[in-house]
Each structure stands twice: as structure tokens, then as C-alpha cells.
């Protein structure tokens, strides 16, 4: 199948285009990444992607029709992933717009332009074409602490401006399927962390801070947890759901790993304790800084991710001991890639303003 992919040169799929090039796959002709590359689009995260003759990259916008309609066509697309996001919920807070024009109305550009394609293309093609959308645990709200983890017959109850644009693009897919049959996949998945994760993000920020020496910040009491996946993993779950999912089906993928964000503060303070001891000796947990809570922070997510176990076979495979110290062996191992995001592309405006 040829295979158009949006939001490519960000942290997830970056991940899903290298893990979909490696090797010779049959199943694969062509895979098209069509990205804006805003401020967390990098192509330098597939430079080693940039020779293989599969692989077109194609810089635009989702909400772009024309843009749209034209890729399609020539490149005789019959499957679509959509990543293609605004993701962080502190800048939703700050400025929710860019996440509805993106996240709503990008994603609905994108699904006409699909409807089009689709409509006209001849049997079997018409009836083997997919269109997956990457979603997030987030639109489902928070959890108590006893609460049972999040199966896909959850009520949708978003609470940040990102996480209600991303409930609106799946109840669009969703329509998409129930009026016109277009032949759609949803999967919802829970925090994701490796390698190529924009240093905004709690585990590549933190990793980075320590290692500069600058404060750890730790929204309100540290106590929010988060359901951790190994990014390969979430990959691995979005290409067997294309391959063999239900149609018109979500699937709920999760880490199966709860974790409250001052446990993992403390977690990658004592590996790089042990990787890249400070000079002075001391601790790097003694960085760790206590600041303003996120306005409406979710308290708890978790995901139950038995449907997808039980049809696809799929779960996870990094555990996430193992998971988190190769993510801090990576940045380690890759400080230019990051001092070129912080120090030139993003010039520091916001890491670190939280302190
Ligand atoms: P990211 O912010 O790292 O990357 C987003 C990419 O989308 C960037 O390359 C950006 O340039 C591109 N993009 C943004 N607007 C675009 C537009 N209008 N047209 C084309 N490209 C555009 O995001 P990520 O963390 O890799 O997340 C990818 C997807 O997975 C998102 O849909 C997100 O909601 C979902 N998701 C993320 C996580 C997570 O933990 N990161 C978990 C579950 C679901
Ligand atoms: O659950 C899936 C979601 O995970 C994705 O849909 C989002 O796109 C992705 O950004 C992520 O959202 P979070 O808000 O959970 O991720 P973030 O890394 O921003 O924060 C993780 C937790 O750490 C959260 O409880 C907020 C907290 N945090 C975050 C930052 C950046 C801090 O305590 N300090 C920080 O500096």
C-alpha cells in the first residue's frame, strides 16, 4: 500500500516512518509525509530516512485541500495516518486557536479530502483503503484513583483545550464513517516517551534541565500520574490496527505502566546520577522545583488496553524500567540534536519559564 502519513517529522511520526522504512517491506511502495513543520516538526529527526526512494517528504498543511487532493492523487495513496497535531496542553492553555484550526478543522480538510479520493478509486482498492487517526487517553478526562483504567466505551470528557480538539477529531472520524462509510481507524493512546520527543515534553525537559543544571519543574505536588509507552511500541499498535483492525473501530492503546510524575523526577535524577554525575556530587533530584500547578491539570490517566490484546495480539514490549534509561541514553547520546533545538529553533521560549 502506498501510505500518506501527516505530522511525520514530529516525535511519533518520525518513529513510525523509521520503524516502517527499516527493512524491505513488501507491503510497502511508498510512504509520503506530508508535515508544516511547525515549531515541533524537525526534519532532522528522519535525516536517515531522506535517501530511501520509498520516502517523499512533502512540507504543507492538512487544512490544505488542494495540497491535499494533488497528494493523493499522484501518489495513488491508499492508506493515510494522520499524526499530524498541535500536542502540548500548556500551550493549548495559553493559545487554544492553533489547536482547533489544526487539530478540528485540519483534521476535517483532511477527512473530505479523503472522502473524494476514496469515493473515486476502483474496487479492490476502494475496499482495502484506511484511514487511521492518531488520538490521545486525554479526551477521556481524568481518573479517580481507584477508577478503573479507560476501556472504548468510556464517555468522552475533555478537559484542556488540547484534549477537547482531539475528542472533536475523533467524533469527526467517527461521523465520517457512520454517514459516508468511509472505511476509518481511531486509536486512543496514553503518554508516550523515547527517542526524537520535543524537549518540552516532562521526561526529554527534565533529562535536558538536569543536565544544564537548571531547576526541575514539578507542577503541584508531583502526585499526577501518567500511563508511560514506550514510542516503538505505539508504532508496532498503529500498524497492526491498520493492517487488521475493525473498521470503524477505536482502539485503546496504553503503557500498562502507571507512574506519578515525581516518581519518574526521581527516576531519571538517579540515572543520570549514574550516567553524567553533577561536578560538585550532589544530587540531581536536589534540582528538582516545585512550581504552579497546570490550570485544570488532569489528575490521573490510564489506559485498559485489553481489546486491542485480544483481537491484534498486541502489547507492550519495552518494560519501562529498560524503556526510560535507552530514552536517557538517547538524549545523552544525541546533544546536538537537542542544544539545536533549545538553543536555536526554540531559543528558550518556553523551557524553563515555568521556574
Ligand atoms: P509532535 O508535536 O511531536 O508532532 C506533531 C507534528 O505534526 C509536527 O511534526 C508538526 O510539524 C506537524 N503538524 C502540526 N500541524 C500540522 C498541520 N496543520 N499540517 C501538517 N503537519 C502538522 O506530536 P506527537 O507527540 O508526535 O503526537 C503525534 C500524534 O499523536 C498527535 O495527534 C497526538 O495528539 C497523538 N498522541 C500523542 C501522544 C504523546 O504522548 N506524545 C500520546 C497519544 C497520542
Ligand atoms: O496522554 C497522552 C498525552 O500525553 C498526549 O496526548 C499529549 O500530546 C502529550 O503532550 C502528553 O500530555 P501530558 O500533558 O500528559 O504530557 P507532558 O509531558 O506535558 O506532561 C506530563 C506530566 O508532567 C503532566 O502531568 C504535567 C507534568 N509536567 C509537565 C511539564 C512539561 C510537570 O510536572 N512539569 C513540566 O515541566
Redesign the pocket.
Same mark, same amino acid.
Given at each position: 500500500m502506498n501510505l500518506l502519513v501527516t505530522g511525520g517529522c514530529g516525535f511519533i511520526g518520525s518513529n513510525f516512518v523509521r520503524q516502517r522504512l527499516a527493512g524491505s517491506d513488501p507491503l510497502l511502495p511508498k510512504l509520503v509525509n506530508l508535515d508544516k513543520l511547525t515549531y515541533a516538526g524537525n526534519p532532522a529527526n528522519l535525516a536517515d530516512c531522506t535517501h530511501d526512494p520509498r520516502y517523499v517528504f512533502v512540507q504543507g498543511d492538512i487544512g490544505d485541500p488542494a495540497l491535499v487532493a494533488r497528494l493523493l492523487a499522484e501518489h495513488a495513496i491508499d492508506a493515510i495516518v494522520n499524526f499530524a497535531a498541535e500536542?502540548?496542553?500548556?500551550r493549548s492553555i495559553d493559545s487554544p486557536e492553533p489547536f482547533v484550526q489544526t487539530n478540528v478543522v485540519g483534521t476535517l480538510r483532511l477527512l473530505n479530502g479523503a472522502r473524494q479520493h476514496w469515493t473515486k478509486l476502483p474496487e479492490p482498492r476502494k475496499s482495502a483503503f484506511r484511514f487511521l487517526h492518531v488520538s490521545?487517553?486525554?479526551v477521556y478526562g481524568t481518573l479517580a484513583p481507584d477508577g478503573a483504567p479507560w476501556n472504548e466505551n468510556c464517555p468522552y470528557e475533555p478537559n484542556s483545550p /488540547?484534549a477537547a480538539s482531539?475528542a472533536a477529531s475523533d467524533h469527526l472520524i467517527r461521523a465520517f464513517r457512520h454517514t459516508y462509510g468511509l472505511p476509518t481507524l481511531t486509536t486512543n493512546?496514553?503518554?508516550?516517551y523515547g527517542p526524537y520527543q520535543f524537549p518540552?515534553?516532562?521526561?526529554p525537559?527534565v533529562t535536558l534541565n538536569a543536565l544544564d543544571g537548571k531547576p526541575l519543574?514539578?507542577?503541584g505536588d508531583?502526585g499526577?500520574i501518567?500511563d508511560w509507552l514506550y514510542v516503538e511500541d505505539h508504532c508496532t499498535a498503529i500498524w497492526l490496527v491498520l493492517q487488521r483492525g475493525r473498521l470503524g473501530e477505536t482502539y485503546n492503546i496504553g503503557g500498562l505502566s502507571e507512574k506519578r510524575?515525581l516518581e519518574l523526577v526521581k527516576t531519571i535524577c538517579a540515572l543520570l546520577d549514574r550516567k553524567a554525575p553533577r561536578a560538585d556530587g550532589s544530587p540531581h533530584a536536589a534540582l528538582i522545583t516545585f512550581?504552579q500547578d497546570?490550570p485544570g491539570?488532569?489528575r490521573r /490517566?490510564a489506559i485498559d488496553c485489553a481489546k486491542i490484546q485480544r483481537e491484534l495480539g498486541w502489547a507492550p514490549r519495552e518494560s519501562f524500567a529498560t524503556g526510560l534509561e535507552k530514552t536517557v541514553d538517547w538524549y545523552l547520546a544525541h546533544l546536538p540534536w537537542c542544544r539545536e533545538i533549545t538553543e536555536q529553533r526554540y531559543a528558550g521560549e518556553r523551557l524553563g519559564t515555568?521556574v
Open positions: 500536542t502540548h496542553v500548556d490521545t487517553d486525554e /488540547y482531539k493512546c496514553s503518554n508516550n518540552e515534553k516532562l521526561i525537559l519543574p514539578v507542577y508531583g499526577q501518567r510524575n512550581v497546570r491539570h488532569d /490517566y515555568k
